[in-house]
């Protein structure tokens, strides 16, 4: 098989390459839509300047427009933003530490306007905000190693600052005068700004300035001028194309994405694209090759553009392409250590090309002329740069040459001493020769390519004979499955060659004669055994990503969304007719994982609620219902009448239908019009808590005000009592911490008398009229360890490792206060893990009566109330801490019994 890299090498011609890349980036380093437009327009005339027929496509950038559930982003344009101290800071000379007309990463992008004279605002930490600092009107100095997205963005909004000020890096102390590129920056854990997203106000600083900024601010009040003429507002995402013709109208493609402010993200990838069509043209029209296929360049914003071309393309691309190279990240620099090759392996449920196996060859010939250069190769599955070879578009797509050259989304990629342009002629050569290959594959080639695809993939089958695999599973079936991949891959060869000598070829392929059987299942996998209930089928193209169908406070997901979780890969496989269990066991196959327990339930549930907003069609097989709930709800002993304290994990049951509201309504319908029930609506305003200030985004205020717009966000209790709070008929305690929602008859009763600041569980806490009224406290997809009522027994009987907690809530009017609030139960108990700890051993040894039914994958309990008061204040009354775990190495249990 004819080397073509060394001529693809001579072909790069530095000074054309080196003056489009850094035309583009001049435009595209503003960040603003005019400029982005602009640098689309240059591709697209170099591109008819060059002789091709291109091709230039307009998307809706209003913010709302979504394709393959990425929610395109709203325009965005500046011309001055700057940041400028007021207060004289030690350690920086220059007040104005943000201008975006001297560097425009300065500005973060989507922020919006001050007024015309601009805003004094004072500057306040993320710690102090974390330690109750009203950051109202303000802006909030991030921690160094606190990355500008979503939890923080959500926090620092919520608390009403304007904005932030970062100083984050990826690769802190290697750059301290860089400045980040902050992309991603959106409170909804998402890439880009969308029609209903709050306004912000925010930089991006040298991490050298963010550290003597940080300093005084927790030296004294440090106050800043802020100015910015930034808007939102609806444009138009451009892309191009252009397309060199082959004797096959099936097409390679080559991607690069427009729309980022980096030299190697991506304005050099884009021009190196062009640079290999050029040199296929030329090869073609010389006739050193003979193009069989088609290439065509896509230049598009990442993953969102890229989304809206391939829907203008028909958005199932199994037809129209064999494959595509993403070219992002187009390694540029001098470091030639270690060169990253990432590639999306060929899923089998995807007919195509044998984009790997010629990757392969392309690898070795550029190991043979460059020998210096050392490749680490990995399968890097689905993202943004592979998104592609998702089933439900057909186009396997391989990734390469990712640099880890300890720049990354920052100013300092764009220094042009990093350019190294023999680098970039060497990785230019590796992409165009993928791309030449898969273009010009003859039946010669072919025949010489067999015997080595052939050789490796036996090789693969005897390694995955030998390794260890999920207990219980089928052995045979995981080796058959992967062998029918390595077949198919050889298979696909039949795109270039004789189809009749590749299946002589592929029947080489052989069954190891030996297979390490799975373990026998020593432990229970109840998750991944139910998910054999669940068929799912995809109703909507491309990964859930943006979300904009689910409710806010129901996705549940981190930045990302699907994409770049190993779950993709079993999303991809769900083609409604294979079991859940039969996707997951694939993906496990294919990519060589295992996932928890934990994992296939999660993922379980968030595929239900995928399915709800339409992103999946799901076909359950015995699903719970609310008929079923109220049949096992009376045969745990409930009954009409009754008062009940209601601890819930809908999740843990497996699948309810109707979630929240059948089982509220389970509830309902077993009580009756004379029956209450109440669950705990718990919120998190904790400054303070167990002698340690809070560090994480979940703090709050609770928020007095029925109204108030914090006053549903703080409930972190469930499912259950989240939809309780939106009933008219539901009742609420209205403490600070430990809040009670109730139902029924004596709902308002229950809660009534429950002060804002009282103990938690002290005197006036619902549960002490709970006990007055004989209830029960029932589990309900939950174990026993949540048993709050057991605190309130604690409360009541005196015991002195009660502590006090520092909460903050917003008063009537609106303001702000901290307050202190005495008997909080901290620290490690002997019940919190269930049914089968030393508490229940003994509570049950004592009398207690514990009711258990099984449901679904849940078994529910039910306890009455008295039993537990009168056995454990017994319990404690001789053993002052008999609820505490007494294990020697259990810091709290140890300092408190001391």
């Known amino acids: 098989m004819r080397d073509y890299m060394k001529t693809f090498e001579s072909m790069f011609d530095e000074k054309w390459f080196l003056e489009h890349t850094l035309n583009i980036y001049r435009h595209e380093k503003k960040q603003t839509y005019p400029e982005i437009e602009k640098a689309a327009r240059y591709i697209y005339n170099l591109l008819c300047e060059e002789g091709f027929d291109a091709e230039y496509l307009e998307f809706p950038a209003d913010g709302k427009t979504c394709y393959q559930d990425k929610c395109m982003a709203i325009g965005w344009d500046v011309n001055k933003m700057s940041l400028e101290l007021i207060t004289k800071v030690p350690g920086i000379e220059n007040p104005v530490i943000a201008d975006y007309e001297r560097e425009p990463l300065h500005a973060v992008k989507h922020s919006v306007a001050t007024p015309p004279e601009g805003l004094d605002v ?21 921690d160094q190693r606190t990355q500008p997205r979503c939890d923080a963005i959500r926090m620092l909004l919520d608390l009403g600052a304007i904005g932030w000020v970062s100083d984050y890096s990826e690769n802190p102390n290697m750059n301290p005068d860089g400045v980040y590129w902050a992309n991603a920056a959106t409170e909804s854990g998402v890439w880009h700004i969308k029609e209903g997203d709050r306004d912000f106000i925010s930089f991006q600083i040298s991490e050298k300035n963010g550290t003597a900024l940080r300093q005084a601010c927790s030296n004294g009040v440090v106050k800043a001028h802020i100015f910015s003429d930034a808007k939102r507002y609806e444009s138009k995402f451009p892309a191009v194309s252009a397309y060199l013709p082959g004797k096959d109208k099936r097409e390679i493609w080559i991607l690069a994405h427009t729309c980022e402010p980096l030299v190697n993200d991506n304005s050099n990838g884009v021009v ?22 088609s290439v065509r360049v896509v230049f598009a914003s990442e ?26 990240g187009f390694t540029c620099t ?29 690898d070795a010939k550029f190991k043979k002329n460059h020998p210096e250069i050392k490749i680490l190769k990995r399968d890097h599955g689905m993202g943004d740069d592979t998104f592609f070879g998702d089933s439900s578009i057909g186009m396997p797509t391989v990734w390469i040459f990712y640099a880890p050259h300890g720049y990354h989304h920052n100013s300092s990629q764009n220094d042009k001493s990093l350019i190294d342009l023999s680098m970039s002629g060497a990785n230019f050569a590796f992409s165009a020769e993928w791309v030449r290959a898969m273009a010009t594959l003859t039946e010669d080639e072919v025949k010489e390519i ?8 036996n090789e693969v089958l005897k390694a995955e004979a030998e390794k260890e695999i999920r207990p219980g599973s089928d052995a045979k079936a995981r080796m058959e499955f992967i062998r029918n991949r390595e077949v198919c891959k050889i298979k696909n060869l039949a795109l270039w060659g004789n189809t009749d000598e590749i299946n002589k070829a592929a029947e080489r392929v052989i069954m190891p004669q030996v297979i390490k059987e799975a373990p026998e299942k020593l432990e229970a996998t109840p998750w991944y055994d139910y998910c054999e209930n669940f068929v799912f089928s995809r109703a909507m193209r491309g990964f859930p990503h943006d979300m904009p169908n689910i409710p806010k406070e129901r996705k549940l997901m981190g930045f990302g969304g699907m994409l770049y979780n190993k779950f993709a890969e079993v999303f991809s496989k769900m083609d409604g007719v294979k079991t859940l269990r039969a996707a997951i066991d694939e993906a496990e196959w294919d990519r060589g994982f295992l996932f928890t327990e934990a994992e296939i339930k999660t993922w379980l549930h968030r595929c239900i609620m995928f ?40 999740s843990g049951m497996g699948y309810l239908e109707g979630g929240a509201d059948a089982m509220l309504g389970a509830i309902s319908e077993v009580i009756g019009e004379n029956g209450t029930f109440m669950a705990p609506s718990f919120t998190n305003p904790y400054l303070m808590f167990d002698g340690s200030v809070n560090s994480g985004y979940a703090f709050r205020p609770y928020d007095t005000r029925k109204d108030g717009n914090l006053r549903d966000k703080t409930v972190r209790t469930g499912l259950l009592p989240k939809a309780m709070i939106k009933r008219d008929d539901a009742y609420r305690s209205g403490h600070a911490t430990h809040e009670w929602v109730a139902m029924g008859k004596d709902a308002e009763y229950i809660v009534s008398g429950h002060g804002l600041l009282d103990a938690p569980t002290g005197e006036t806490s619902p549960l002490g009229k709970a006990l007055e009224k004989n209830a029960s406290v029932v589990f309900l997809g939950c174990h026993p360890g949540s048993n709050t009522f057991l605190h309130y027994v604690e409360t009541m009987a005196g015991v002195s490792y009660t502590e006090p907690a520092v909460v903050q809530y917003v008063d009537k009017e609106g303001r702000r206060c901290n307050a202190l609030i005495d008997r ?15 508490y229940y051993d003994e509570a049950k040894k004592r009398g207690l009566h514990i009711y258990e039914v099984p449901f679904g994958l849940a078994t529910l309990y039910r306890m009455e109330l008295r039993e537990l008061y009168d056995i454990t204040t017994q319990m404690i009354k001789e053993d002052e801490f008999a609820l505490l775990c007494k294990k020697p190495d259990c810091p709290f249990c140890k300092k408190m019994i001391k």
């Open 450 to 457: 067999l015997p080595g695809a052939v050789e490796k993939a």
């Open 122 to 142: 004072r500057i306040v930490t993320e710690s102090q905000m974390k330690f109750g600092v009203d950051v109202k009107g303000c802006l909030v100095l991030l």
């Open 303 to 328: 993953l969102y553009g890229m989304s809206a071309v391939c829907e203008y393309y028909g958005g199932d691309l199994s037809e129209r392409t064999i494959g595509a190279i993403n070219m992002d």
């Open 272 to 293: 190196a694209s062009i640079g290999i069509l050029k040199a296929l043209r030329e090869l073609s029209e010389k006739g050193e090759i003979d193009l069989k296929y």
């Open 334 to 362: 001098s470091d030639r250590t270690v060169q990253r090759m990432l590639t999306s392996k060929e899923a089998s449920d995807i007919p195509g090309s044998a984009a790997n196996i010629i990757l392969d060859i392309t």
């Open 611 to 650: 399915s709800e907003y339409g992103y999946l069609n799901m076909k359950a097989k015995n699903p719970l219902t609310k008929e079923g709930l109220v049949e096992a709800l009376r045969s745990l002993g409930v009954k009409e009448g009754d008062t009940l304290v209601v601890h819930s994990g809908i």
């Open 824 to 838: 909080h139960l901290f620290g490690c108990r002997n019940f919190y893990g269930g049914i089968n700890t030393a």
